[in-house]
Structures are given as C-alpha cells and as structure tokens.
C-alpha cells in the first residue's frame, strides 16, 4: 500500500514467475486464436482495437501491471514488468521507476529511461493524436535521472497517479521510432514489423489473414512456454468458431448461445467462462433530440425516469435474452472494477409503484387502447438498437412490452451499427440500448456520467448532471486512502443510480471455446491475454503444429 | 476490330468513372462515418475526432470531399484506409491476386465441367444420362451462393475435416513446408470456395451449352458432318462444338459481374482474402476511400472481362472481325 510521506522502495512481487513454475516445467507448443477481427495497427500508441491490443500485450511491456484483483489506488497489488522496482517522492508528486538492466528490445538493444520519456512525449503529443492522449494528461513530465531510472511528476497529489503513469502507456523504442516525423507515424513500417521488449517477438502479419509471433528466448522475465502464438483471422464470427470446432484453432474468444452447447458437447474441446468488464444499459436522453439546448420533455423528469425504471423488469430481460452469458447490472460499474460495493442497491422493479407514480405525475390512462397521456400528449418514446446485436434487438422487444404494460408506448428505430453511433454521440435520440467497457479505473465513469461530460461532443450521453455525483467523484479520484474512496464511489453510485439516467440492464459474462490442450492462466477481466506467457500446453497433448517453428529453448532468466 | 476494341474501351473508362462517382456519392450521402466507426468513444477526445474528420475532408461539402477525392485519384493515390491504417492501394495489391486466383479457377473449372456437361447431354439428349445431368444442374443453379458455401463448408470441413473451414493457407504449418508441401496446403484451401463457384457458374454454363448444341446438332452441316462417315465424337467435337461456343462465350462475358458477387459472399463465408471480403469489410467501416477504390477495381474487372469476350467473340467468329 503507499505511504505518501515516505519514500518507500517497493519490493518485487512474486507473481511474475510462480505460476510458470507451477505448470508443466516444459517449454513448446503453438496456441490458434481464431478470431473475427483482424489489427489496424500493431502500435500502441495509435491503435485501440481489440485484436491489436493482444498482440501488442505480449510484444510489448509496460512498466508494471495492475494485478488480478484490478486495485488502482496507489500501487497496492501492481506486478513489476519493465520496471522492477519504485519509489514514491516525500510529496507524493513525483515516482522514480527503476527498470529491470535485463530488458532488452527485440534487436537487441538495452531498454533506457530514454525510452520510457520518449514514450510519454509519443502519448502526450497532440500531433500523434494518440486515443490514450486524454488519459495521461495527468502526468506533468517524465525525466531521466539516469539511463535505468525514469521519474514521471505530476502537478497534484490523486489516487491513481501510479495507474496513470503505469496502464496507459506500452514503452516504445526510441532509437527506431524517434527519427520518425510524428505526423507520418501512423505510416511508419513499424506499425507493420513492430519491435518490442515483450515475451514475445513479432514474426508475420498476412494482411486479414494471421498474425504470428514466437517466443522470446532471451526475455529478462523468462522464456514464455508457448512457442508460438499465431491470431487466425476469420471475419465472419461462424466460420471463426467452426474454425475451433474442426480443430484448425485452438481459442475462440466470444462464444455466443448455441456454440456453447456444440462447443461443450465435443470431448476435446472446453468452454472456459472468464470475466468481462462490459455493461449494457438503456439510456435516456435527458435533453431534447430536436433542439439539444433544451431539455428533453419526458426524460429530463427525474421522477418520470425513476417510475419508467420501476417498471421494467430486469431480472425477466436478463433472463430471456442472455440466459447464463450475463448476470444483472450493478449500476454505472461492474463487479470487478475495485470500488465495486455490492450492497449497493438498484431500483426494483414494482410495477405497480410505477404505475401510481406515473398518476401521480398526470400522464393517466385516458383512452381505450391503455397509453398515458398528458395536456394532449401521449407518453411514449422511440427505442435506437443496431441490428448488428441481436440480444438488444431482442431486449427492445421485450421492453417495449414491458412499457405497454404501463401505458407507455415505445417505438423501436433500428439501425446499422456506424447509424446508431452517429446518432446516440451526437445525442440524436430519445432512448437507446448501449453498452460500455470499462478499464480498471473507477475514475473512468467521469467521462461517462459527469456534468463535464456532458458537454457537446463529451461522452455524457444521457446529458445527465449532478452536483452530488460530480462532487463525490471528484473526492474519490483524489483522496489517497482506499476505504475513503470506495466510500465516495459508493455514495456517488447511490446518487447515479437514485436519478436513474439509465437502467442498467446487464453485466456481460464471456465463454471462450478452447482446445483442452490449452491450459490458460490467470485472465485478467480487462485483458485475457494479458499473462499469455503463463500459459502452457503439457507436452504429451501437443500434435503436429506445436511441433513447428518452435524458438530455441533457454534457461529462464532469474528473477 | 482494332476500332471496335478502342470504342469498347472509351466506354469502359465512362462507365467505371461513372460507377466510381455514384459510390462515392451513395457513401458520403450515407448517415454515420468512418470516425464514428473505428474510433472509441469511450477513449478519444472530441478534438481528437474533430482532427481526423478535418484531416479526411470529412468536415466540407460534398463536392468539397469528392474535389479532394479527385485530386488523391489524379496523382495516383486512391488514398489511406483509417480503419486500417494503410494505403488503399497496398490493401488492394493484397488483396486483388486472391480474387484473381479464385475468380480464374472459377471460370476455368466451370467452363471445363459445364461444356462437358453439356456435351455429354446433347450427345444423347431427352436420356437418363441428359435428366440426371440437367436436374443436378437445376439444383445448384437455383442455389443461394452462400447457402451452398455454408452446405459444403459443413459437410466437408466440420463433419469429414477433409478440407480447412477457411484461410489461403494454415498459418500454423505453411511456413515451415517446403514447395510442394505449401503448393499442397494452397491448394487444400481452394477446394472449397473455388469448388462452389464453379459448380455454381458452371451449371448456367451447361444449361448454354447443352441448348447451343441442340441447335447446331440440327443444322444442315451437321448431316454434311455425318455423311462424310465421321464418328459421333468427331462429329461433336470438331463441328458441332466450335460453333456453340459462341453463346457460351457471351454468358461468360456476362455471367463476370455476377461471378464477382457471388465471390463477395463467397470469399466471406470462407475468409478468402480477396476484394470481396474487403469490400464488405469497408462498407461496414464506412472507409469510403477503400469502398470507392474496391468498386473501381471491380467495375475495370467487369469492364475488362466484357472486353476480353469481346475478343474472344471475334477470335471465333469472322463475321464480328469483319466488323
């Protein structure tokens, strides 16, 4: 745990290590992610899709890594990666990280404290336009103290200035990279030939078709036990997973309905449940579509939101729609994001509470076909859903039975997916079925909730306000002592959730589909492969492919 | 023939920049773009976005936009894929081969097995042998495209693993096979998407032909053939079969539009990496410089095969070389 009025050297942790132990002791095999999705990009300074940023997990260390339990209040629970030890100024502004002398990049040349500055600069610079600009801007500077000690300052005190100097950045090289124009990064050969100082080195990219990389025999932390890790890419989601059932692949990330039974009925396949950090909700616009100046004249109600929500069953739309593959939403979080507080409690469902709620308020059932109408107007609203989701699709139905049952009339507009992100970003809409993933910080549902966010082209979409929640959030993300700051989120939570800017519907599960020759280890919530090099498969249920390419053996480094 | 080559081939250059101009205009006027599609909200700032849209013209006018697009085409750059992160034109060069080579053995497998269906039902026609053929023939001519893919896929690669579900190649073992042994794995992906695009053509291509020779079996040369004392099969293959070629070779030349789309589908559904699989991947990026190129290409793909039957016609026919 830190202490901020001390320097405190932070001792190695043992994770890094252990579990290899642990395993098989044998180093072979080659693991077949099939998936739908090709990289953009394999840089991460640029790229932000799925399937880039696994590769670019194992070609690529950080300086430390949160660990499974995702804390980011302070340094509490980080694993050491690049950086094998740190060191906390007597103000707490600033942190010395100490690198590993170890490491080395793919070609060869020793890591530096040069290269974790140059890194920021790649991240903080506006030229770049990296994604992840916003989320260091918290880091004042970065220095060099000597060639293995970089030290990140920052101009005030905040609960996750560790994270933010540790999560968001992946060190690059600067001897390739700082030649580089910063306006043509996005077209340097590097993005297609990258070199890191991960577990793994980059072998071949064949345009939408594979993605290979092999082992790294001379990592500073030891030799991964895979030989190869190859992304085999098969756009259309089916083929993708018939690729796992037919045995040409060994991983499938997303398993969705009936492919978890045909996926669970094959003896040598196995169906691997594994967290998610994903939420889906129905959100209400609380300004006006037609004029966003104005508040919207239906949602902007907090009382007429708080009884739509009453009436609407969640545990039923769980149930039907996700069955097994979800759990019930918690709010504006997840279960595994730190400050998650499970007594915290959502609105029920009480029908006939929202019914009485709704009189109260003046929208009455007046005529024969049973809607609610008020001065004239009858209570309703349009439902946005992109048909590239079935289960929203599905969900949308059952809601706007749900709301008929109250005498509100709910019409469901679909759209493709690129439509209905256009329209739900720039607030063009009433109501719409969304989801969101998080990254490990709690202090991320800022640019999703608060008043901040709410500005034009912020992503607040509900355009919900609070002075409560804003101010909760803000005690939380800058006191330094964890009970406090879960017990701000908490209270900051009940807020958010009392005002009912949306009802959270659901809290994603996933199931991958995999050969029982892969043994996985430790899958972190917000990135599975994040400790790929921990996985192994036992030599005896090894075939043909483990056989080929494997990179020559070497001792493990010691820790 | 050299004037009606050139003519076709001024038509040709209109019709692909009238085609290119129309999408460009479908895909601008189209709501949503390609920054709301490749870039997370959740991550990137506004002004992040704002600065791509500026960068990709996608914050002017539409003639604005499609001025800007003319200007990249004239200096022979058809631009940058953002949601790719390279060069339209090196996704192109990738991609292009791949459609060549399963477009090219599409055609040639089908004109192969649907002239020798053909043949093999004009030699004795209204038999069992003709029924069987033409019925089999009706049932993958009336088959959706991506039906029939999904049907083979299942049977031959889930249920039998005779052949890979999809890919050009099994990136686990291709690299470290020697010639014949990547040859081999090449070919082993081919099977099956090649192997409905032909059963599929090549049944139209029968049907043709097995009318073409219908008719030409009962032209008075024919009687000539046969009084000369030539056997059946000469009679067939020498005279007969010369002079049916001539709307075969017409459904070819207009069966290559069709034939690109049913390779669309058929690329995705086996995840051959061609232009099809590309194309749809860009239309739903909305990576409209990467959409608007791949129907170039694919219109000067049409525009040439017509050409090419163009000349095959006239290499068969005199009366068309004498204009």
Redesign the interface.
Known sequence: MRQPAFILSVVLLAACGTDRAKSTGENGG?L?ISTPS?A??IFPV???DATAGQVEAQLFDKLAEPGMALHTNGDAGFEPRLAKSWSWSRDSLSIAFALDPRARWHDGAPVTARDVRFTWQLYSDSVV?S?????VAAIDSVTVRDSLTAVFWFARRGAEQFFDATFQMRILPEHLLASVPRAEL??APF??HPVGTGAFKFV?W?????I?IEANPDYYRGRPHLD?V?W?????PQ?AV??V????ADWYEALRGPDIAAVAARPELQVVPYRSMTYGYLIWNERDPKNPSAPSPIFADRALRRALTLGIDRASLVKSVYDTAAILGHGPINTHIATFDSIIVLLPYAPDSAKRLLDALGWRVTGADGMRMKNGRTLGFSLLVPTSSAPRQQLAVLIQEQMKRLGVKVEIEQ?????V???V?TRDFEAALWG??LDPSPA?IR??WTSAAAA????NLAGYKSAAFDAYIDSAVHTLDPVREKAYFRRAYETIIADAPAVWINEARNFAGASKRVHPVRMRADAWTVNLAEWYIPADQRI??DN??SAPAAPPAKP | MTRLLARRAAQGVVIVWLVATFTFVLIALAPGDIVDATVSLDRSSAVTRAHLRAELCLDRGLVVRYGCWIRSLATGNLGWSLARRRPVSALLAEAIPNTLLLMGLAIAGSLLLGLAAGIAQAWRPRSALDRGIGAISMFFYSMPDFWLALILMFLFAYLAHWFPVSGTTDPAVYPSLGFWGRFGDRARHLVLPAGTLILLTSAAVSRFQRSAMLEVLAQDFVRTARAKGLSEWQVLTRHVLRNALLPVITLLGLSLPGLLGGAVLVERVFSWPGMGMLATAAVTDRDYPLVVAATVVASVMVVVGSLLADVLYALVDPRVRAG
């Open positions: 080659t077949v090709d953009q990009l640029l790229t932000e336009a994604p992840s600009r916003p989320l996005q077209s993005g297609q071949s064949e345009g939408r078709q594979a290979t190869r190859i085999s890419i098969a756009p259309d083929t018939l690729r059932l037919s045995g040409e759209g493709d997916f690129t439509t992100v256009r329209r970003t969101t993933i991320g640019q999703s034009p082209g912020g992503s043909a492919r080929v390419g």
